[in-house]
């Protein structure tokens, strides 16, 4: 018999809060007037448009090399703080074509 490893909500693990605080940190430069360090959705529409390519590559790499270590905690922070920049992000797009 196999035991599966127990793992945490995404949101409240160690690795999401260290990809949380390094997203916040890049989001203060542009907009240091920043709230709440936990509200990654104003984190991720604080990075400026330049770095959300390398931000995305960045989140992808770690993905695989966690699920590649069998690191399953921060694969799936990654995942998640990935499909939720994805989400922002296309949102800010759609209004930004609405605007124009």
Known sequence: MHAFPQTTRPETSRAFTIILERLYAMALQTDPSLG?????????TALPTENRSQVMLVLESVES??????????AEAARMVRHAARRVW???DSGSLRCA
């Open 36 to 44: 709440d360090p936990a509200d990654l959705d104003a984190s991720l």
């Open 65 to 74: 090399r966690a699920q590649t270590r069998a690191d399953v905690e921060l």
């Open 90 to 92: 296309a949102y800010e």
